[in-house]
């Protein structure tokens, strides 16, 4: 079997550089890729803005006249997508209910613009061994109305095209990485592999607790048997619509699926010491424009500190939204909080350090940002304007972590045949 791979919704490629473990550009802008996987296609389309930013960065990292694609992923013909092993890509968490078509009365429909379906539809047009995702943690809890109806719609596509799957919610940080972001990592692979083959007769116990791709690169402290959950999400509901109608269950941080049985259990990570902020921030001086005058100073003052503002919801119901505060700044000895796609505007979430050389607050530099992801510097230095080089990283993940669940994946295929 190959290690060929595909990268969809692939923003400024946080896949390829963690998979392909890259840390340098070249002196034309390309990336230094040490391998083992090569990709033979890459689709990053933004649906709100004509100018192409994170397309543009992918593409001076990987050059390439033919492979990456910047077309809407709904526009793109599934059966003329290439052949691949692995199947990766970081994809927003919608309301993936469906209902029967009107028109046809066995047909079933998803909302439109529901990016989950068009992975759905690569997973039937091109049947990849190996499938690797990433989305919020609120996945496995949405939506509020009915929980774990959105997961269990994705496990029932993944179970009736023949996939067992394992998922863990990681908080970066509490693995040696420079980010507190927590987010559902998910690994689903064919029952055709030699893995599935490997798989299939182990407990779940067993597979969450020590012989599943998360637990090798990701220990957890050992949980009791009694403790796993188990849910039918086939027995009991004829079709897809029949899960989106009835399905819901309290999933927790970590399960694992196959055939239709889901197990899920709430572990705890073996922590290890986490990379602070003061390993990544520049020490030897930044530009003027980064600290903050007196009067932003004022402004994050008040953004960073509790409040009570009246307000109005939509019905002209009034009620008192209340925050509390924050520390004035961020510590340097922590680890960095979730970086959103708002970093570096004036914001309560933005981070705001003591530059250690001026002894001045400033907000972090894109470069900074690159770090906390564990991206090489000057990743986004593509062309785009600095402010949606923060934007980039807000959206994107610590490739540190798909390193680690890549050298896993690099190991199963090495068995396949
Ligand atoms: C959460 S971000 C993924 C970031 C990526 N993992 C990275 O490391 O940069 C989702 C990406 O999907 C892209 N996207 C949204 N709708 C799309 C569509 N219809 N077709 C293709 N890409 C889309 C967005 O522009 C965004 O870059």
Known sequence: ?????IELFAGVGGFRVGLNNITKIDKHGHAIEKGP?????????EPSTKSQHAFDCYNLRFPSATENSNVDISKVDKASIPDHTLLTGGFPCQDYS???????AHGIEGKKGVLWW???????????PFVLLENVDRLVKSPAKQRGRDFGIML??????????????????????????RRIFIFAYHKSTKYYESMKDRSPLEIISSQGIFAKEFPIEEFAKKSIKEFDFVKGYKD?????DKFHAAFENAGYMIGDKVYTVKTKPILVKPMTLSKIVEKDGVDNHYFLSESQRKKYEYLRGSKKIPRKDKNGYEYIYSEGSMSPYDELSLPARTMLTSEGTTNRSTHIIMDPKENKLRILTPVECERINQFPDNWTNSGMPEKRRYFMMGNALVCGIIKKIGNQINQIIDKEV
């Open 1 to 5: 079997m190959n290690k060929t791979v």
């Open 37 to 45: 996987f090569t990709f033979v296609w890459a689709n990053q389309w």
């Open 98 to 104: 469906v209902a029967h078509t009107l028109s046809k």
């Open 118 to 128: 068009q992975i759905n539809d690569i997973l039937k047009a091109k049947k990849p």
């Open 156 to 181: 029932r596509c993944l179970s009736e095209q023949g996939y067992a799957m394992e998922w863990r919610i990681i908080n970066a940080a509490e693995y040696g990485h420079p980010q507190r972001r």
């Open 240 to 244: 897809l619509v029949a899960v989106s």
